[in-house]
């Protein structure tokens, strides 16, 4: 399966990143309930795993907290490479407004 990886700086600290990342989660799954499905994920520490299903697609990843900066990896179907740029630059987006 194809991966997508990004890396953010961040200047808040481990754990106002991740306490920030926490919130823009639960926000964003409650923002697009009616859109994902069978989504499961877990916090262990400062790393984040998850997965969903969007579209009839799989989507799955970590999100790793550092001190200073925001790791994420996922997995993507093949049918979504087609999108991995708009995909990327949403995440870019998002997370880069919840680090600022």
């Not at 823009?24 to 989504?39: K, M």
């Not at 262990?44 to 989507?59: A, E, L, V």
């Amino acid at each position: 399966m194809p991966q997508l990886s990004l890396e953010l700086p961040h200047q808040l600290g481990q754990e106002e990143a991740a306490r920030r990342l926490k919130d823009r989660f639960n926000a964003v799954c409650e923002r697009y309930q009616t859109q994902i499905s069978d989504l499961t994920h877990q916090w262990n520490g400062h790393n984040f795993s998850f997965d969903f299903h969007t579209m009839g697609m799989k989507i799955a990843g970590t999100l790793a907290v550092e001190p200073a900066k925001v790791t994420l990896a996922a997995s993507l179907p093949l049918a979504a490479m087609l999108f991995k740029k708009v995909i990327e630059d949403r995440i870019r987006q998002e997370m880069g407004q919840v680090l600022a």
